[in-house]
């Protein structure tokens, strides 16, 4: 079965960074542009960033000039590098394709608290 696994969440300060990873099976990655998701609980999940497969990243106006999405082709592997956090970006992060690909499955995701 194919999997997608994020990691680098946690506890930190409001105005603290955090850099997450995700690795995915060739199947999801290799030929498809990639994404960044949050889901707070209770709410839809929501794309911040996108990434082609040329790297060329697009962002949420909530997270741009905030975060950084970047990907290794190589290593099948996106990540999100994320600066002045605060407690509103609390949420369970998450990577798949791109919205307007197919989704057949979501990771476990990893969890971002911001709080002092």
């Known amino acids: 079965q194919e999997q997608l696994v994020e990691s680098g969440g946690g506890l930190v300060q409001p105005g603290g960074s955090l850099n997450l990873s995700c690795v995915a099976d060739g199947g999801i990655f290799t030929g498809y542009a990639m994404a960044w998701y949050r889901q707070v609980a209770g709410k839809e999940r929501e794309v911040l960033a996108t990434i082609t497969i040329g790297r060329t990243p697009f962002y949420k106006s909530a997270v741009k000039g905030r975060f950084t999405i970047s990907r290794d082709n190589s290593k099948r592997a996106i990540y999100l590098q994320m600066n002045d956090l605060q407690p509103e970006d609390t949420a369970v992060y998450y990577c798949?394709?791109?919205?307007?690909?197919?989704?057949?499955?979501w990771g476990q995701g990893t969890q971002v608290t911001v709080s002092s």
């Open positions: 798949n394709r791109a919205p307007g690909t197919t989704i057949a499955f």
